[in-house]
């Protein structure tokens, strides 16, 4: 258990459907991201939220939509996605701004891994 | 971002010393390199961080020369469980700033045989 606990582990959809990932972090962490990492390809930066604002979007299609309630929560929300949609969807967060030494790089959690059929 | 070069693969043996090298000549002065571990299916996992010269933990060892153009991380006594993909990323650190978007590459492929 790395703090950083992602529901569900793994999702099966069709392109019409609507899901939502979930995240969630126990680590007082004041930063979050999403990832993406699609089969031999490195991981893809997404999006990132920082004090529950969106910070960066990386040129991610409208059927991704990201949700951050407060700085524990986020959330992924998917929309007429594609084939190629199907990945492992990484999520994690981070303390930023602040001087310590037990607070390094990122937490993530175990992924979702989903399957667009 | 400063980006970063390693080696697609390694094979190693059980028992043996691992040493992978990671190069960034374009790393900034605030850049911190950073290693970490991704099991298949699983989140990558925090090994190690540094500045300069070299960093030790439970787990690994870290080494940067001077001009921190490049770094080796060390493995020493490598098992099985030991293999996996290890990244090197190098970014701004969270002393004191922010941590900035870490960006992966491809990582290295470790496979420890028996």
């Known amino acids: 258990e790395t703090g950083v606990t992602q529901t569900p582990r793994h999702l099966v959809m069709g392109m019409t459907n609507k899901k939502s990932l979930k995240c969630e972090q126990h680590?007082?962490?004041?930063?979050m991201y999403w990832y993406k990492q699609s089969a031999k390809k490195p991981l893809e930066l997404m999006f990132v939220y920082s004090l529950e604002e969106r910070v960066e979007n990386n040129s991610v299609p409208s059927r991704f939509s990201p949700e951050c309630p407060n700085s524990s929560h986020l959330f992924l929300h998917l929309h007429t996605l594609q084939p190629e949609d199907s990945a492992l969807y990484l999520c994690?967060?981070?303390?930023?701004?602040?001087?310590?030494?037990?607070?390094?790089?990122?937490?993530f959690g175990s992924g979702t891994r989903l399957t667009v059929v | 971002l400063a980006k970063t070069t390693q080696p697609i693969s390694m094979d190693s043996y059980e028992g043996q010393e691992v040493n992978i090298t990671c190069s960034h000549n374009n790393i900034a002065t605030n850049d911190y390199i950073t290693w970490y571990q991704q099991f298949p299916s699983q989140g990558p996992r925090f090994i190690i961080q540094g500045y300069k010269t070299k960093v030790t933990n439970e787990v690994a060892s870290l080494f940067i020369p001077a001009d921190r153009k490049s770094s080796t991380l060390s493995l020493p006594r490598v098992s099985l469980s030991d293999t996996a993909v290890y990244y090197c990323l190098v970014g701004r650190g969270n002393y004191g700033g922010s941590q900035g978007n870490l960006i992966f590459g491809k990582g290295t492929k470790l496979s420890v045989k028996p």
């Open positions: 994690a967060s981070s303390q930023e701004g602040q001087h310590s030494s037990t607070n390094y790089g990122y937490t």
């Open positions: 680590l007082g962490h004041n930063a």
